[in-house]
């Protein structure tokens, strides 16, 4: 099937005879991939926020700590309140050798940290060093804790995003200059620009201040006590199966009932990252559902308009085909009107939409880190064109195969 300038011309001048109509018409296709576009880069882009919320842990990962027992047991009455040791930890490590990283985190509450005329109000963590390997900071100047600095007892912190730009309100790096928290000094060595929503442990993450734990053991006089543990499963393994042992092993070794779950509380981030998966499977389903189904509607407007087209022409066509036109040029030319109209409408949809994603994304830049990605993949946008043309092409057929039925003798009769 052979197409020349002079069909194209033809073709344009009959979409452009009514421009009102045709303008209507591939105002539904806009629309249509405009919406599904816009919603495929706005739901990527909010998944990727929700994922950054709860980025700040390992998808296997475990946070257990104590309460106060719901249980009596070995003649000890509920209501009891107990809080683990060092010696725990071994416990699990020998007992639950699936597990990777053990990590003890100390809690010191809100302190007010001072640097100078500036003053805020932190909270104050104890971290070993391997507690990065739980939590993944994001570290905008300086490092984050280390083992040195854990081994030698160093007075070190790691400040969170709001913590720094309180302090530091003129900005710049602040790595090597002191603060001080109640009477003692430490040196800054980083700053982590880890936003304060999802996951939290011991207040917003841009408002912690964290110190060694060995540090934190002899400031704040804590002994061999620990507030909580952070574990992580070896690779392949599934961390709710490891739940109740885990807490059976604790709760044993403080004659706790290892059936109380208050009593010693094991979080499991693998049921909150499923969800949010599952959540974002349902968003997406939701969102090509509607998406299509707004461009199959503008696609059957293309398709009802060329139907009024074709009767409106039917002289026309019917001369065409007294002076030889075959039923082949007839299907060819309807086709490729409604191909064209579609085409161009919907490729204004897809600019218009990634124009759009573009600004939110540039919204949603803050000191100069990107937050999320708020656009459609090249091979999404690819699809969705190829999409088009189909849609063009069957929007199309039905009037053309209309078209290709005139008999010239009838057409001549028409009024």
């Not at 309460?67 to 725990?88: I, N, V």
């Not at 709710?240 to 059936?259: C, E, G, N, Q, Y």
């Not at 696609?299 to 087209?309: E, F, P, W």
């Not at 699809?383 to 009037?399: R, V, Y």
């Amino acid at each position: 099937m052979r197409i020349d300038i002079d069909t194209y011309h033809e073709i344009i001048n009959t979409l452009t005879r009514n421009k009102s109509r045709s303008f209507l018409t591939g105002f539904g296709v806009f629309w249509g991939v405009f919406m599904l576009i816009f919603l495929i880069g706005g739901g990527q882009g909010l998944k990727e926020m929700l994922q950054q919320n709860f980025a700040g842990f390992a998808t296997n990962t475990a946070m257990v700590w104590t309460q106060t027992t719901t249980k009596a047991y070995k003649g000890f009455r509920k209501g009891r309140s107990f809080l683990m040791t060092e010696k725990d930890m071994e416990r699990l490590r020998h007992s639950v050798p699936e597990l990777d990283i053990i990590t003890p985190l100390m809690f010191g509450g809100v302190k007010t940290a001072v640097n100078g005329e500036h003053t805020f109000s932190a909270h104050v963590s104890g971290v070993n060093h391997d507690y990065a390997n739980v939590y993944s900071p994001i570290i905008f100047y300086g490092r984050y804790l280390n083992e040195m600095d854990v081994r030698e007892g160093r007075k070190v912190c790691v400040l969170g995003k709001q913590v720094y730009k309180k302090l530091f309100p003129n900005g710049g790096n602040p790595c090597g200059q002191r603060i001080r928290v109640d009477s003692t000094y430490y040196q800054v060595v980083g700053v982590d620009y880890k936003g304060g929503n999802g996951i939290n442990v011991n207040g917003r993450a841009d408002e912690q201040l964290t110190i060694p734990y060995t540090v934190f053991r002899k400031t704040y006089n804590s002994g061999d006590q620990i507030h909580s543990l952070a574990v992580t499963g070896r690779p392949g393994v599934v961390m709710s199966t490891l739940t109740d042992r885990m807490r059976a092993v604790i709760a044993r070794a403080h004659s706790v009932d290892p059936t109380d779950e208050k009593a010693v509380t094991v979080f499991n981030t693998e049921v909150l990252f499923a969800m949010l998966e599952n959540l974002f499977d349902g968003v997406n389903f939701l969102i090509w559902l509607v998406g299509i189904g707004t461009l199959l509607a503008g696609a059957i407007g293309v398709s009802n308009i060329m139907m009024v087209t074709v009767k409106e022409r039917t002289t026309e066509i019917g001369i065409r085909r007294a002076i030889g036109a075959t039923p082949t040029m007839i299907l060819s030319q309807i086709i490729s009107e409604s191909i064209l109209l579609t085409a161009v409408a919907g490729m204004s949809g897809i600019l218009f939409g990634v124009a759009l994603l573009q600004m939110i994304e540039m919204a949603n830049t803050t000191d100069g880190i990107l937050q999320a990605h708020f656009q459609v993949g090249f091979w999404t946008a690819i699809a969705a064109a190829a999409l088009l043309s189909l849609l063009g092409g069957l929007a199309g057929l039905a009037p053309a195969w209309r078209a290709m039925s005139i008999k010239p003798v009838d057409a001549m009769r028409d009024e």
